[in-house]
């Protein structure tokens, strides 16, 4: 009953939230309704006993990804009149695109025929040494490893395309050789000239 209770709560501090994110008129207000977001999102986790996937959630995105985020925003210097200009233009687009993937989630739900839970079973009782992390680890390395792979073969890409993308060489500027530093000689580095003596008038 608590956690039946705790769950209610924490979804409707989630919808709130999440409601905030999109409706907040300043960013930095937005962006820390994302990090509620993801917090009860992970308590909600910890509720389904699913305690690997709560604290990651809290340290990628919470501790890492939203923090950059909040650096960046407060750094900016954004002009809000012309971006709400830009998003009002395209209000109808969201609001279609919004209206599509509702109509494909309660489409799928109702194909299937509900969520697929029964819960007149009940939860089935694991022994004293279970670990849900092992057993993801377990299920993702066996039955879905073609996947994981081709995941991070996307991951990689994307991060070499990035650096790509990025890369520029502008004339003038002076970059750093590594294997050059290494592989230089003494004979390189310092140069001695003879000179004769001179004699002060």
């Known amino acids: 009953m608590l956690i039946e209770a705790l769950f209610y709560v924490f979804g409707a501090i989630l919808v709130a939230a999440s ?10 207000y937005s962006a820390l309704a994302l990090v509620m977001c993801f917090v009860t999102s992970a308590a909600i986790w910890l509720l389904l006993e699913a305690e ?6 809290v340290l990628v995105y919470v501790g890492a990804v939203m923090v950059l985020f909040l650096f960046v925003v407060m750094m900016l210097d954004i002009n809000l009149a012309e971006l709400r200009q830009g998003f009002t233009r395209f209000a109808w687009l969201g609001w279609l ?9 309660v489409g799928v739900v109702w194909a299937r025929g509900g969520l697929g839970i029964d819960a007149s079973r009940g939860a089935t009782p694991e022994p004293a ?21 081709l995941a991070a ?12 993308l990025t890369m520029r060489h502008r004339a003038g500027l002076k970059y750093q050789d590594v294997s050059r530093q290494v592989a230089v000689r003494r004979e390189e580095r310092l140069r001695i000239v003879k000179m004769d003596a001179e004699k002060r008038p």
Do not use: Q
């Open 19 to 28: 409601l905030a994110v999109i409706t907040a008129r300043n960013p930095v």
């Open 129 to 149: 040494g279970y670990s849900n992390t092992l057993e993801l680890g377990r299920v993702l390395y066996t039955r879905y490893a073609y996947p994981l792979e």
């Open 52 to 57: 690997f996937l709560a604290v990651v959630l």
């Open 97 to 105: 695109t919004a209206l599509a993937v509702i109509v494909e989630i």
């Open 153 to 164: 073969m996307l991951l990689l890409v994307a991060i070499v395309a990035a650096i790509a």
